[in-house]
């Protein structure tokens, strides 16, 4: 693991104002708002149209960080903006590089206010030879407690709003060079075959996309707009535990793949492995699946399933999968359980594994056993969790460790 430090490791000291720049990045700026952005700055109706696609292509395809950097915006123009707004990226808090090349990044955001030291994330490049994934995180914190996830003992902070969406793709590709001309930082690991490196977005980070609803479907607008970043919807994916009634919405605002988080099949053992079943359980959201915009054999809903030692992979448990997604165009994604501290769950055995994937695969149904990435700077499914709330569970630790000493 190589951990390479870009900023402050921790929180700035409670003594020190906290400084609050007000003026937005148009970084993530949904095209509406950014037009009506250019009129309120006093930018003429009939230019608004050709400073919008001026602003777009610097900032999406060039990677523009200052407004000075844009060669074609009138020289007048860049005071205005500067005085106006700014190009702002998340911050990059700490940068680890793993073993087999993934990348994790714990950013934070801008404070909001004199009580607000910065909310943090994580987000996590994967590198493989024909693509670049980048999965992306939606809320702070989590609301859902799956009891096999890292990132639901965080308790939920907020949502993120668009541009800090949007943000973590533009660090991302800041840090490995995506843009024409530019090259990647030396000793990161990238896709060979002459693509974009961040080729793919998976909303698989910390949160609940579909909580945070409104704020996904508009930073995917910017990621896909033809005249931008140029992502294709096919290379979105969003993963959502089973909020229902935004299943649909999904599909016919953003066209964007859908995963769930399943990871059982019947109701009483995903109440305790994923509690949001208890709202909306397995029946309701199968239907929503069946109905999902766009689904056929081309696009087939991926069905995430984590693979728990004597939980859910027997045999028996295989066979129910494949009865539950009957007549849904599905795949099933197996994922062998990638551990964190204080968890009660083990990995499922290797053989233990396959044996299951063949039972699927036999019905007719791709099984891919998912590649652990990142397991060594947990930054692996179900691991992540901001670097404030690991720090505070360290100094937990060490405070109980110290107290046991004392007391022998």
Request: proline share 7%.
């Amino acid at each position: 693991m190589t951990e390479i430090a870009s900023g402050p490791d921790t929180a700035p000291s409670p003594v020190q104002p906290v400084v609050i720049d007000p003026r937005p990045s148009l970084v993530g700026m949904p095209r509406a708002a950014l037009a009506e952005f250019l009129r309120s700055i006093g930018v003429p109706d009939k230019e608004v149209r050709m400073r919008l696609g001026q602003l777009w292509h610097w900032i999406y395809t060039r990677g523009a960080t200052e407004f000075s950097d844009m060669t074609n915006v009138a020289r007048s123009l860049h005071a205005t903006l500067d005085a106006a707004a700014t190009l702002r990226r998340p911050e990059i808090v700490r940068e680890q590089v793993s073993a087999d090349g993934t990348r994790k990044w714990v950013l934070r955001m801008p404070a909001k206010s004199q009580h607000d030291r910065g909310a943090e994330v994580e987000c996590v490049y994967i590198p493989e030879k024909d693509r670049g994934t980048l999965c992306v995180s939606s809320q702070v914190g989590c609301t859902l407690n799956c009891s096999f996830c890292h990132t639901g003992t965080q308790k939920l902070v907020r949502n993120l709003e668009t541009w800090e969406i949007v943000g973590q793709v533009m660090v991302a590709r800041d840090r490995l060079g995506d843009y024409p001309g530019r090259t990647p930082p030396e000793g990161a690991f990238v896709p060979n075959d002459g693509g974009r490196l961040v080729s793919n977005i998976v909303f698989m980070g910390m949160g609940e996309p579909l909580y945070a609803y409104d704020n996904v479907r508009d930073a995917i607008g910017v990621l896909t707009d033809p005249d931008g970043m140029q992502l294709s919807k096919r290379k979105v994916t969003v993963s959502t535990s089973g909020v229902v009634p935004e299943i649909g919405r999904l599909g016919t605002e953003t066209g964007a793949a859908l995963a769930i988080s399943l990871h059982a099949t019947n109701d009483p053992l995903r109440d305790v492995l994923v509690p949001i079943n208890k709202k909306y359980p397995l029946a309701e959201l199968l239907a929503a699946c069946r109905d999902y915009p766009g689904a056929s054999n081309a696009r087939r809903i991926t069905f995430e399933y984590v693979m728990l030692k004597g939980v859910n992979d027997s045999l028996a448990e295989a066979r129910a999968l494949v009865k539950l997604l009957r007549g849904i165009h599905a795949k099933i994604n197996l994922i062998p359980f990638n551990p964190w501290p204080g968890t009660i769950y083990e990995c499922s055995d290797w053989a233990q594994i396959e044996k299951f994937s063949d039972v699927i695969f036999d019905a007719g149904y791709s099984s891919p056993i998912r590649t652990p990435r990142g397991r060594d700077i947990l930054a692996a499914c179900g691991q992540l969790k901001s670097d404030t709330e690991k720090m505070r569970a360290r100094a937990r630790l060490m405070l109980e460790e110290q107290l046991v000493l004392g007391s022998d």
